[in-house]
């Protein structure tokens, strides 16, 4: 996939329309995948590393993408968590900067509606369907085949093991996670390149991304709510 400058929480992001109901949805955790897209990023860019399970900065590393710096700075003024606490901790700051980023470059465009016609709630539409669905089309390609997986690039790697895993709707489907999970797996190697250090940090991550989202929904069903 060629997609300019986008990073990788921001391809999440749009990953999240559904070319059907014509608006976002990507589901209740979708704040916990962006998250993980920008760590993971962080990560293959040398800004972020791993010791003994805890997320390291590279002090002072910068990207030049305002969303992934938050991050980056966060992370750097934070105590130090490990990639569990990273996937929750201020999460829905950076889906919200991810959300700016694309509206400032008129990927989105922001309006509002009322909730039940009474509370003004903000809302995004879509202003470039066509990429969106190409790059949805790409992605899904990278997860089903039949492509081997070494022709795939660590970015495209990394962006669909997070969009699966973070069970990003409509992506992926729970039968798609099941039918692919060895491809799933061996996507998450792709993602480390050449670098096993790398190779192992992105399996801590998925792992990470995918207990968050599931204390999500086990809060949810017991009333607690999501968190983020």
Do not use: N
């Not at 608006?23 to 972020?48: K, N, Q």
């Not at 509206?103 to 369907?129: D, I, K, V």
């Not at 489907?173 to 797996?185: H, S, W």
């Amino acid at each position: 996939m060629h997609h300019g400058t986008l990073s990788l929480p921001a391809r999440l992001y749009l990953l999240a329309w559904h070319p059907d109901k014509k608006r976002f949805t990507g589901g209740p955790d979708l704040h916990l995948a962006v998250r993980a897209a920008a760590l993971a990023e962080l990560a293959l860019r040398g800004v972020l590393a791993e010791s003994d399970g805890i997320v390291v900065p590279v002090v002072g590393a910068r990207t030049g993408d305002t969303a992934l710096d938050a991050l980056a700075e966060l992370v750097e003024q934070s105590r130090p968590r490990k990639w569990r606490g990273w996937m929750t901790h201020r999460s829905r700051g950076t889906l919200a900067a991810v959300r700016d980023q694309l509206t400032a470059h008129g990927y989105l465009t922001q309006g509002r509606r009322r909730a039940l016609g009474l509370f003004p709630t903000r809302h995004w539409e879509l202003e470039r369907e066509g990429y969106a669905e190409i790059l949805r089309a790409e992605a899904l390609a990278v997860l089903r085949g039949p492509a081997p997986v070494q022709e795939v690039t660590e970015s495209d790697a990394v962006l669909v093991v997070c969009a699966a895993t973070g069970k990003l709707r409509p992506f992926a489907t729970g039968a798609d996670r099941r039918r692919y999970k060895d491809r799933l797996e061996a996507l998450t190697d792709r993602g480390g390149g050449t670098s096993p250090e790398l190779r192992v940090l992105l399996h801590g991550l998925r792992k990470a991304l995918a207990s968050a989202v599931a204390a999500a929904e086990a809060a949810r069903s017991s009333g607690g709510g999501g968190g983020g």
